[in-house]
Nanobody, 122 residues
C-alpha cells in the first residue's frame, strides 16, 4: 500500500488550501482514511477521518466547520479542503489508512503517507 500526499504550501491567514492523498496497492472499500498533522515540537494530532464505504466523516474540534474531508472512490483519492486557515494550522499533514476501529489515535492506523507541509503566515 502506498499513500501519496500533495497540495501543501504557503498561504496567508484566512486563505485556503486543498490537500490530496492518492492511495494505491489494494482496495480500500472497508477501510477509513484520515488526516493527521504534526507541528514542530508537538505530537501528531488527528484532523479528520472519512469512511470509504459510506463517506461518513469525523473532525477534530479545532478544525470543525473550517476543514472538509471528502473522497473520490474512482480515483482512490481523499481530499482535505482547508478554509479560514490560521497560523496554528501550520504543520506537516499526513494521510493514513486504517480500519473501522481507527479513529483519533495515530497508532491505530496501518499505513501512512510521506506528509505535505502547510505553512500559514499571519
Amino acid at each position: 500500500v502506498q499513500l501519496q500526499a500533495s497540495g501543501g504550501g504557503l498561504v496567508q491567514a484566512g486563505g485556503s488550501l486543498r490537500l490530496s492523498c492518492v492511495a494505491s496497492g489494494r482496495t480500500f472499500h472497508n477501510y477509513v482514511m484520515a488526516w493527521f498533522r504534526q507541528a514542530p515540537g508537538k505530537e501528531r494530532e488527528f484532523v479528520a477521518r472519512i469512511a470509504w464505504i459510506d463517506g461518513s466523516t469525523y473532525y477534530a474540534d479545532s478544525v470543525e466547520g473550517r476543514f472538509t474531508i471528502s473522497r473520490d472512490n474512482a480515483k482512490n483519492t481523499v481530499y482535505l479542503q482547508m478554509n479560514s486557515l490560521k497560523p496554528e494550522d501550520t504543520a506537516v499533514y499526513y494521510c493514513a489508512i486504517g480500519r473501522s476501529i481507527s479513529w483519533g489515535t495515530p497508532n491505530t492506523y496501518d499505513y501512512w503517507g510521506q506528509g505535505t507541509l502547510v505553512t500559514v503566515s499571519s
